[in-house]
């Protein structure tokens, strides 16, 4: 099945500065990729998602990059700002939705925004 | 937008009783019912993939049951923790599968005392 690594486990940046989360993922057949950020006790929030036909994604200050040839894609965000703060799940399926294919998750990234 | 109703929100059990977790899809039909469990300080792990009908498809260490899942309509999903214990305390979330991608419900914390 679908393995997800993420990495780094935690990341401490001072406000402005940028960030970026790094995942890999092992089966070739993954299309769809996915970056969640969830803040305690609350449902996993979808902040961006890239498909396989394209190498970058940009909303605002997130964007996303994907290798499909490497398999390992990427979260940036730029100009961080305190309310960024939160743990941000990366994730692989071979399919949006609308059938089967589930969401397997990294472990999770702890960004902290310091002011 | 394509929202899911997870309820209860919060429920404490005692040891060795049931609890029933609902999920409903409130303005469109899931194909197919995710149910993850999410310990603290760690990722959300899959437990089984239901679709209306069928029987659920459990993942590997998951125990069928134990953790009993009901999809009897495009709408509506169910998660049983039968016989709970201490360490069956955790965050249980769905997500629900359909055009709109995956949407993910709010989240029940289980705690058996």
């Known amino acids: 099945g679908e393995n997800v690594e993420q990495h780094p486990s935690t990341l401490s940046v001072q406000e402005g500065d940028s960030a970026v989360i790094k995942c890999t993922y092992s089966d070739s057949a993954s299309n769809y990729f996915p970056w969640y950020k969830q803040e305690l006790g609350k449902r996993p929030q979808l902040i961006i998602d890239i498909r396989s036909n394209v190498g970058e994604k940009k909303d605002q200050r997130i964007a996303v990059t994907l290798n499909k040839t490497a398999k390992h894609f990427s979260l940036h965000i730029t100009e961080t700002q305190p309310e960024d703060s939160a743990v941000y799940f990366c994730a692989a399926s071979r399919g949006r939705g609308g059938s089967n294919y589930k969401l397997t998750f990294g472990k999770g990234t702890l960004l902290t925004v310091n002011p | 937008g394509a929202v899911v109703s997870q309820h209860p929100s919060r429920v404490i059990c005692k040891s060795g009783t049931s609890v029933k977790i609902e999920c409903r899809s409130l303005d469109f039909q899931a194909t197919t019912m995710f149910w993850y469990r999410q310990f603290p300080k760690q990722s959300l792990m899959l437990m089984a993939t239901s679709n209306e009908g069928s029987k659920a498809t459990y993942e590997q260490g998951v125990e069928k049951d134990k953790f009993l899942i009901n999809h009897a309509s495009l709408t509506l999903s169910t998660l049983t923790v039968t016989s709970a214990h201490p360490e069956d305390s955790s965050f249980y979330i769905c997500?629900?599968?359909?055009?709109?991608?995956?949407?993910f419900g709010s989240g029940t914390r289980l705690t058996v005392v």
């Open positions: 997500s629900a599968s359909s055009e709109h991608g995956y949407t």
